[in-house]
């Protein structure tokens, strides 16, 4: 079993910056996996921003924007999103997921509020 950490989020102003974290601790499984980034706005359905895998490869999902840039720390297994000149529309649960060899886990979520 493998439980996801996220950490970075909360309220920041239009314009600002955040940087999302999700690590895997202890996570002992060895082979092929992919993390990734989606978020799930109030009223809407849950949808990708992008995801990396183990060799650095990256793919991008509808939510993304060249405001963010994802990266990866395979020694960590982590994953994480960096999100600049952030806009109200950016307002979400920002959830990070973990296809392992085994199975599919998600982190538990972190809200991210951008507003004056």
């Known amino acids: 079993q493998v439980k996801l950490v996220q950490s970075g989020g909360g309220l920041v102003e239009p314009g600002g910056s955040l940087t999302l974290s999700c690590e895997a601790p202890g996570a002992a499984f060895n082979g092929f996996y992919v993390m990734g980034w989606y978020r799930q706005a109030p009223g809407k359905k849950r949808e990708k921003i992008a995801d990396?895998?183990?060799?650095?490869?990256?793919n991008y999902g509808v939510a993304m924007t060249t405001r963010f840039t994802i990266s990866g720390d395979d020694s960590k297994k982590a994953v994480y999103l960096q999100m600049n000149n952030l806009e109200p529309e950016d307002t979400a649960d920002y959830y990070c997921?973990?296809?392992?060899?085994?199975?599919?886990?998600w982190g538990q979520g972190t809200q991210v509020t951008v507003s004056t």
């Open positions: 997921r973990l296809d392992a060899p085994d199975d599919t886990y």
């Open positions: 990396i895998s183990k060799f650095g490869n990256k």
